[in-house]
């Protein structure tokens, strides 16, 4: 399955990394491929994998057709979303 990023996800790099926060692309598609877990109760659904020692990153993505497709993604709190 290829792995593509919208527009907004490409600008997502420029906009986390000015805030000192820096992901890469090897790190959101070893997310998608690889995720700690994936909520498919959500519209779309969303993948989340440790980032750091406080951070985890979570991508937003959706199926089209063989594709999957990062919506966006963002870095959340370990104690929020690791439960």
Do not use: C, W
């Not at 959101?28 to 969303?46: A, C, G, M, Y």
């Not at 406080?54 to 979303?81: C, M, N, S």
Request: aromatic share 10%; charged share 35%.
């Amino acid at each position: 399955m290829a792995i593509r990023f919208s527009r907004h996800a490409r600008e997502k790099f420029e906009i986390l990394a000015r805030h000192k926060f820096v992901v890469t692309e090897a790190q959101v598609i070893d997310t998608l491929n690889s995720p700690d877990k994936v909520e498919t109760d959500r519209d779309p659904p969303v993948a989340q994998k440790t980032f750091d020692e406080r951070h985890v990153l979570r991508v937003v993505f959706r199926v089209e057709g063989e594709d999957k497709v990062v919506v966006t993604f963002y870095p959340g709190r370990r104690q929020r979303y690791e439960n």
